[in-house]
């Protein structure tokens, strides 16, 4: 079991048991994000997750293969199993708009996110994850994007994380092989 992990379940992980608001109206600009909430992803989100991770567009710039079936069933049942995953549902108005999620994968804790296409370019996926690391406390944090993934360099970018590294990446089940920039928040 990683030392971190301990830092990571304590007050971070419980806030983020509890729904997480974001800018108060009078912070947004009112061209920009409008009000979003967080709360955990619960398995009655789970239909919604799963057409929107179905989305060709948004595989394409993610440069992922969508989890077809039982895939995608075994991978929420092994998150909701892992006590160190955060994984929390964007919510506009009430509706499920997106996913953003802290994990422990291999030796680090990483994030990731997803925004549903109908709701890109509202700088959704920028306050969600300016919300989510505002209430994991854990550093460093570590997340990565296909180069190709410029929304993504750029909503990473304005949340403060920096390349650390690109490397050309193999194929697997879930990517197809792809040049991926690794990037760190200290
Ligand atoms: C990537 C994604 C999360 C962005 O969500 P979003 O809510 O539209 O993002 P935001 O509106 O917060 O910010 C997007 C930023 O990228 C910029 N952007 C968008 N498309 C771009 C492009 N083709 N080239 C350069 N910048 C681009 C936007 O202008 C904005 O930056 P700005 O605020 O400086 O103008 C969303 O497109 C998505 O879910 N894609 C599919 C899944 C995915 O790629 N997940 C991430 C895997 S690493």
Not at 8 to 13: A, D, K, T
Not at 119 to 127: K, R, Y
Not at 148 to 160: D, Y
Request: glycine share 4%.
């Amino acid at each position: 079991m990683p030392n971190s992990l301990f830092a990571f379940r304590g007050s971070p992980l419980r806030q983020m048991e509890h729904i997480v608001t974001g800018s108060t109206p009078q912070d947004l600009d009112p061209f920009h994000c409008p009000p979003i909430r967080l709360r955990p992803a619960s398995r009655d989100d789970l239909p919604a997750l799963y057409e929107m991770q179905l989305d060709p567009e948004s595989n394409a710039m993610a440069v992922t293969n969508p989890r077809v079936g039982e895939a995608f069933t075994t991978h929420w049942d092994k998150v909701f199993q892992d006590s160190s995953a955060v994984p929390m549902v964007i919510l506009l108005s009430e509706r499920v708009v997106g996913l953003v999620a802290c994990f422990y994968a291999g030796q680090s804790h990483s994030i990731g996110y997803w925004v549903q296409r109908d709701f890109w370019g509202q700088g959704i996926a920028t306050e969600a994850l300016r919300m989510l690391l505002q209430n994991v406390s854990v550093r460093p944090l570590y997340a990565q994007a296909a180069t190709s993934n410029k929304a993504s360099l750029r909503v990473l970018q304005k949340c403060g994380f920096q390349i650390d590294v690109v490397r050309l990446e193999p194929a697997c089940d879930r990517y197809p092989e792809c040049e991926v920039a690794h990037l760190v928040l200290v």
